[in-house]
């Protein structure tokens, strides 16, 4: 029924699959793997896109390998060994390996930042390396301890301040919050900025950022995942929300409703089952068009596109001011 009443035109659709998901998996891969997924993205100076994606091996250990491609659709060049392999002789919190980068162009530092989970006893942390070409990365370490993930950096500094939107699991609950730095290395002023409702809500118990913000002149611009335990399992669907752009913590906005959710065969099925997850997204030359790149069912990475100004109407349509976490 639900699927009926969206190609009828009941609910809006903001985002289109491509119709030749999924646009990666093991199988386009030059050496062995078991899965690959939750990508994070950028265009590169020359207009390529680059995909640096979590492949996990058949240990269950995952590395991050890019994949380039002109159109940012197919034709993909993938890097024929790991891009980034986990360190646990320097980085011992990665003993356990690193997943979900997100990428951000920094323009003051003329580099890009990759914020990535770092997965060891503790449990999973925020790591930051920085890079300017996607070959040689400095890693910057631990910037956030466990139990912590879903990160990203926004691109410039607020005032003085750099700052880091992240997940970290507290007594309060899987919420999403706000930290800022001088220097990228120490943090502080910790805020949380949005918390998971409760009860039957398709984001109840526990959010996360998804991709990088996306600064629009109204404001940053988030979508973020919610988790519904259901009888079957975990349940992983996308809502919107905007925040204030001199001063994100500040919630200007959140969707009720979900609008993206797991559908095809391929999010459906699969390693994990019924994920939709993103980690990155690249911006047209018409600074509308979004290509958002997705995990589906942690086994293969998809495709779909929006525009930026329709999420933006729909979310004044269909969300309410502030937080409204219940």
Same mark, same amino acid.
């Given at each position: 029924?639900?699927?009926?009443?969206?190609?009828?035109?009941?609910?809006?659709?903001?985002?289109?699959?491509?119709?030749?998901?999924?646009?990666?998996?093991?199988?386009?891969?030059?050496?062995?793997?078991?899965?690959?997924?939750?990508?994070?993205?950028?265009?590169?100076?020359?207009?390529?896109?680059?995909?640096?994606?979590?492949?996990?091996?058949?240990?269950?250990?995952?590395?991050?390998?890019?994949?380039?491609?002109?159109?940012?659709?197919?034709?993909?060049?993938?890097?024929?060994?790991?891009?980034?392999?986990?360190?646990?002789?320097?980085?011992?919190?990665?003993?356990?390996?690193?997943?979900?980068?997100?990428?951000?162009?920094?323009?003051?530092? !003329?580099?890009?930042?990759?914020?990535?989970?770092?997965?060891?006893?503790?449990?999973?942390?925020?790591?930051?390396?920085?890079?300017?070409?996607?070959?040689?990365?400095?890693?910057?370490?631990?910037?956030?301890?466990?139990?912590?993930?879903?990160?990203?950096?926004?691109?410039?500094?607020?005032?003085?301040?750099?700052?880091?939107?992240?997940?970290?699991?507290?007594?309060?609950?899987?919420?999403?919050?706000?930290?800022?730095?001088?220097?990228?290395?120490?943090?502080?002023?910790?805020?949380?900025?949005?918390?998971?409702?409760?009860?039957?809500?398709?984001?109840?118990?526990?959010?996360?950022?998804?991709?990088?913000?996306?600064?629009?002149?109204?404001?940053?611009?988030?979508?973020?995942? !919610?988790?519904?335990?259901?009888?079957?399992?975990?349940?992983?669907?996308?809502?919107?929300?905007?925040?204030?752009?001199?001063?994100?913590?500040?919630?200007?906005?959140?969707?009720?409703?979900?609008?993206?959710?797991?559908?095809?065969?391929?999010?459906?099925?699969?390693?994990?089952?019924?994920?939709?997850?993103?980690? !990155?997204?690249?911006?047209?030359?018409?600074?509308?068009?979004?290509?958002?790149?997705?995990?589906?069912?942690?086994?293969?990475?998809?495709?779909?596109?929006?525009?930026?100004?329709?999420?933006?109407?729909?979310?004044?349509?269909? !969300?309410?001011?502030?937080?409204?976490?219940?």
């Amino acid at each position: 029924m639900g699927e009926a009443k969206r190609k009828n035109g009941y609910y809006q659709q903001l985002l289109h699959r491509y119709p030749g998901n999924p646009i990666l998996t093991a199988a386009d891969w030059p050496y062995a793997i078991n899965t690959v997924f939750n990508a994070g993205a950028t265009r590169l100076p020359d207009g390529t896109t680059l995909l640096l994606c979590r492949v996990e091996d058949r240990r269950g250990i995952s590395h991050f390998c890019a994949a380039r491609s002109r159109n940012g659709v197919d034709g993909w060049q993938i890097d024929p060994e790991p891009t980034l392999l986990p360190d646990p002789v320097n980085y011992p919190e990665e003993v356990w390996g690193i997943e979900d980068p997100r990428i951000v162009y920094v323009p003051e530092l !003329g580099k890009y930042a990759v914020t990535y989970t770092s997965y060891s006893y503790g449990g999973p942390g925020v790591s930051l390396a920085l890079t300017e070409d996607f070959r040689h990365f400095e890693r910057i370490g631990v910037v956030m301890p466990p139990e912590d993930k879903d990160a990203a950096l926004l691109p410039r500094r607020i005032g003085d301040y750099w700052a880091l939107i992240h997940r970290p699991i507290t007594p309060q609950g899987a919420h999403i919050w706000i930290s800022y730095s001088p220097d990228l290395r120490h943090w502080g002023s910790h805020k949380l900025i949005l918390r998971a409702r409760r009860g039957p809500w398709w984001d109840a118990n526990k959010i996360g950022l998804s991709p990088p913000a996306i600064e629009t002149p109204e404001g940053w611009l988030i979508l973020y995942h !919610g988790v519904r335990q259901t009888a079957s399992g975990s349940l992983y669907r996308l809502g919107l929300a905007l925040f204030d752009l001199h001063t994100p913590e500040n919630c200007i906005l959140r969707s009720d409703e979900w609008m993206f959710g797991p559908e095809e065969l391929y999010e459906r099925e699969g390693d994990v089952a019924n994920v939709v997850f993103p980690c !990155g997204y690249t911006i047209a030359d018409d600074g509308d068009t979004i290509y958002l790149y997705y995990g589906g069912a942690d086994t293969c990475i998809a495709l779909a596109t929006g525009s930026i100004r329709q999420m933006l109407e729909w979310l004044k349509e269909h !969300g309410h001011p502030g937080d409204h976490g219940l």
